[in-house]
Structures are given as structure tokens and as C-alpha cells.
């Protein structure tokens, strides 16, 4: 049976261990932490061991769960790929482009998979309406969250805008063509909010808001495409569809006549869906996807390229962001 270790058990990776705690097509053999208290605690917890040497889990692992801070991903991630550990890396991928393409290379000459955690492409509410999505010619987000320390040590684009980055890549199938951006220093020297406008070969745009100060949290996406609009409120775990009606072309011309018996509503058809209840939460279907891509000998469903790729946007816009770096 596949056995996997949990590497970095703080404020997330604590969750990864109870998820491969109670999963039953894998062997959790156990965590390493730099903390070795918070280690015993977890370890202790589930039942497992806390390694006190990376390199001794490494060992007797077959695959590696990376839930620590961004600037040690290429150092844990890389011993591990070299002993032949299959790897799942929390967002971003690595610091820099650099490193995630030395990952994959290594990766690839070894045949072993590797992960990163975007998670939102396993949100149940995206999932339940991504065959709804064809060709998105315009995509707005908003991704608002209270201040925290964590993720604090890299600015708001790399901690919070690159999930919508991520998943803009997976919806629009086109390169890049421009990247406008600004962003703005106001609790760290860092960036704590920012925007990015995307413009695609294909025509398609994309106007993406991060920000790690707002007074509440908000994470929404808006697809506009031909016949229709779709509208994903991550936060309330709903969606709202609205497409053309089949009887627009005999309302229309009353609407713009001005004929008092119809109104705009009468043009569409409206439909809400919500996310099931009692569902499998994204983080397990996340991981779950890890542990049978590599069961299966399948490619995983946001691979280290899809990591590298959001990962190079992301560095792009803070490229254009550090060009004109706004400090209050």
C-alpha cells in the first residue's frame, strides 16, 4: 500500500494529516515538522510517527505531503524527488520559476507525480458547474480575506491570487498576450492588495482583485460567455446560471419597443445551484486525487505544470506590480 508522510503540520498541513489519517487506499506513516513538538502532537494525535530527520521519512515514504511555508518547498520537495517520493506541494509550486522547472525535470526522469494544491479546482461548487463553462470571453474575481501572519511572507498574489489564477488558466485555453497590474504595501512591506487584468490571444480578459485586508471575506468568479452568465460564490457555496431564453427573439423586440408587458428578466432563464450537502470537503477531494493518481498511474488533475504556469503569471504580475510599487 502506497505510504505517504506529512511534511509541515501547522495551520494547514494539520488538516492534511487527519484527511491521510482516515484515508484507506494509503498507509499515513507519519509527519516531520521543524517544530518537533507540534511533530509529537500531531503524530500523537493519529497514531503515527513524528520524525525527527526528514531524510529518515524520506526512507520509508512513497510519497511526501509539503505543507510548509512557500520558501522551503524547493528544499523539501527536491531530497525527495532524488529518493524516488512521489510529492504534493501546497500553492505556489516553489518561489521561483527556476525551481519549479528544476522539479519537474527531476520528476520527469524519474516517472513520479507531482501535485501542487490549488485547490479550488476541487471546490464542489466549481466542480458542479465546470461542464457549464465554454469559452469564458470575460472572467472577474474577487478574493478578499481579513489580515492574517499566515502567507504573510509572501505578497497577496502568491498567497491568494494565484488560486484564480489557476483556475482562469484551466477555464481559458489561450496564451497570454498582456498583463496590466498594481498593487499596493499597507500592513507588510510586502503586497497586500492587488489587481491584474489578463488579456488572452484569443480576445478573452480577465480582471483578477486579491486582497489580504478587507473587513470580510469574499471569493467570487463571474464567467461571461456567449449565451451566458455564470456567477460562483465560493463563500455561500452557490452559483447562479442565467442564459438566453429560447423566447428572446419574440420578447426582445417588445422590450426595445418599449412595451410595458415584458421586462429584461423576460429575456433569460435563471438557475441557481448550490454545492451538495454532506459532500466530501475540496481539501479531501484534493488530496484523495494525489493518493489515486498515483494508485491509477494517472496524470494528476493540476499537475506541476499547471503549478509552474500559474506560478510564472504570478511573478509576472508581481514583475509589473514592483515596476511601480505603491507604499501608503
Known sequence: MLKVGVVGVGHLGKHHARIFSGMENCEFIGVYDKVKERAKEIADLYHVRAYDDY????????????????????????????????????????????????LLQIAEEKKLKIQVGHIERFNPVIMEVAHEIHNPMFIETHRLAPFTHRGSDVPVVLDLMIHDIDLIMSFIDSPIKEIRAKGVGIL????????ARLEFENGAIANVTAS??????????????????IAVDFQNKKVQ?????????????????????VSLEDCVDMQEIKAPEGGKDALTLELEAFVNAINNQTKPIVDGHDGKRALEVALQIMDIINKEKITL
Open 241 to 261: 446560471i442565467l442564459k438566453k431564453s429560447p423566447k428572446i427573439y419574440t420578447i426582445l423586440p417588445l422590450l426595445l419597443a418599449g412595451s410595458p408587458d
Open 188 to 195: 507588510t512591506p510586502s503586497i497586500d492588495i492587488a489587481h
Open 55 to 102: 531524510e529518515y521519512m524520506l526512507n520509508d515514504a512513497d510519497a511526501v505531503d509539503i505543507a510548509a511555508t512557500t520558501t522551503y518547498h524547493y528544499d523539501l520537495a527536491k531530497p525527495a524527488l532524488e529518493k524516488g517520493c512521489h510529492v504534493f506541494l501546497e500553492k505556489p509550486i516553489t518561489s521561483t520559476n527556476e525551481q519549479a522547472e528544476k
Open 212 to 229: 489580504r485586508i478587507s473587513m470580510q471575506r469574499e471569493r467570487k468568479i463571474r464567467f461571461f460567455q456567449k449565451d451566458a452568465y
